[in-house]
């Protein structure tokens, strides 16, 4: 295989060299099912790269489900470290796991983070057809019975889904423990079980409901687990803060590579990736998505996830999950 840096380069100039047909073969691997965040940021990826001129073609997606993110992850370390023309998407939930230790004995120093792309949020989601109106209505009623309630999550026990559902519980007096939650292989999932009345609540995130409600998919959401109201799609759904409850739940979303690819093509990546983010066209790409503002790249972006680790060990310890030594 032909080193990617001068490919990148040279195609992230505008040109377009003989050798460049190697860029067909480029990839990005979301560790969910297709509908969840992954699949919103291989896409975002796929989109920014071709119509940047970065690639030539569009960039494939493939699908690799398991512990939303932990499969994908260990295949990189431990099978395919050195795929220098292979993304792998992952969100602050991957962080939270790395936290527990539930990517196995891999931290995160076993890959090389790439890129932050976008920032997300979480969000409380039920059906249209629900009775719920506000997120008051909602507290209420888990507050009153929480075993009526069924919460929907992409991930089990102790995932990034998981913890927004048991801080929702916790600000509407119940214990984490008292809450009933149905785990699904991501967020695609857990929509479609929500529709279906399945599950009565979901604490997605806002990327995820955006482009659901962009395409008419009956849900309403109850509120953004943001710092101030969203932009775009979301722009008239109240915080939770507004509602009077105390749930923020910032999420980055971003790409890494496998351990053994060169330091020439992680910089390549990382040289197309900072000239991506800075443009114009991809900024209205990442607001289709209902995505927000976030850009971060190679060292610096690999020192804020290795913070964001120790972070979230807190947030686990919180919650009395257990944790990575």
């Not at 690999?302 to 030594?325: N, P």
């Amino acid at each position: 295989m032909k080193p990617l840096l001068p490919l990148l380069f040279a195609l992230s100039a505008g040109l377009a060299p003989a050798h460049a047909l190697e860029l067909d073969k480029t990839l990005c691997v979301a560790g969910a099912k297709p509908g969840g965040g992954f699949d919103v940021t291989c896409k975002l990826a796929q989109a920014g790269l071709l119509e940047g001129r970065y690639i030539q073609a569009p960039m494939r997606i493939s699908y690799l489900p398991g512990g939303i993110g932990a499969l994908a992850f260990n295949a990189f370390v431990t099978q395919r470290p050195a795929e220098a023309e292979t993304l792998v998407a992952f969100s602050s939930g991957s962080l939270l796991n790395i936290a527990q230790g539930k990517f196995g004995p891999h931290d995160a120093s076993d890959v090389r983070w790439v890129a932050g792309v976008a920032a997300d949020y979480g969000v409380v989601i039920v059906a249209d057809s629900s009775p719920f109106k506000t997120l008051g209505d909602l507290m209420a009623a888990v507050k009153a019975d929480p075993s009526r309630i069924v919460f929907g999550a992409g991930g089990t026990f102790g995932s990034q889904d998981w913890v927004k559902a048991a801080m929702t519980a916790r600000a509407a007096g119940v214990h984490h423990r008292n809450m009933r939650l149905v785990a699904f292989e991501g967020g695609g999932e857990a929509l479609t079980a929500l529709q279906g009345n399945h599950v009565q609540v979901y604490t997605g995130d806002a990327s995820e409901a955006a482009t659901r409600l962009a395409a008419g998919v009956p849900i309403r959401v109850l509120a953004v687990m943001s710092e101030q109201r969203l932009p775009g799609q979301l722009a008239k759904v109240p915080t939770a803060r507004e509602a009077g409850f105390d749930l923020v739940w910032p999420i980055v979303r971003g790409f890494y590579l496998g351990p053994k690819v060169s330091d020439a093509d992680y910089k390549a990546w990382v040289d197309v990736f900072a000239r991506m983010l800075a443009s114009k066209p991809y900024e209205q790409l990442r607001s289709e998505r209902g995505l927000y503002a976030f850009s971060m790249t190679g060292p610096e972006f690999d020192a804020y996830v290795k913070r964001s680790v120790g972070s979230y060990r807190k947030v686990a310890e919180d919650f009395g999950l257990k944790v990575a030594k």
